[in-house]
C-alpha cells in the first residue's frame, strides 16, 4: 500500500471515528443538549466551558455560531456555523446534533 493510500486510510478512520464520537456524546447528552437548545432560542445566546475552553453559541434568525476561546489571548474566535431550518420544530431537532458535533471538535483536540 502506497503512503497516499495509507494516509487516506487513515482520515477516512478519523471521521468514523469522529462521527462515532458524535453519535455517542448526542446519545449520552440529549436531555443536556435538549435544555440547552431551548435556553439558546429563548436568549439567543448560550456559553459554557469544556476541557478547560470557553465557548458561546450565538443564534441569529436561521443561523447557529460556535465560538471558542483560544490560546494565548483568549478571544472568542469563530470555531463552525450551521444553517438552521426556519421552523423552531426543525430547529429543536437539529441544534441538539450541532452541540454533539461542537463539543466531539474540542474533546478531540
Known amino acids: 500500500m502506497t503512503d497516499q493510500h495509507r ?51 450565538i443564534l441569529a434568525k436561521n443561523e447557529c455560531t460556535f465560538t471558542i476561546a483560544l490560546p494565548p489571548k483568549l478571544e472568542m474566535q469563530q470555531q463552525a456555523t450551521t444553517h438552521l431550518h426556519w421552523r423552531k420544530s426543525k430547529k429543536l431537532q437539529y441544534i441538539p446534533l450541532f452541540f454533539a458535533q461542537c463539543e466531539a471538535a474540542i474533546l478531540v483536540d
Open 7 to 57: 494516509n487516506l486510510s487513515d482520515e477516512s478512520n478519523g471521521d468514523e471515528s469522529f462521527d462515532q464520537l458524535c453519535r455517542e456524546l448526542l446519545s449520552v447528552n440529549l436531555s443536556r443538549y435538549q435544555l440547552q437548545t431551548q435556553e439558546l432560542l429563548k436568549k439567543g445566546r448560550l456559553e459554557g466551558e469544556l476541557n478547560g475552553y470557553k465557548f458561546a453559541y
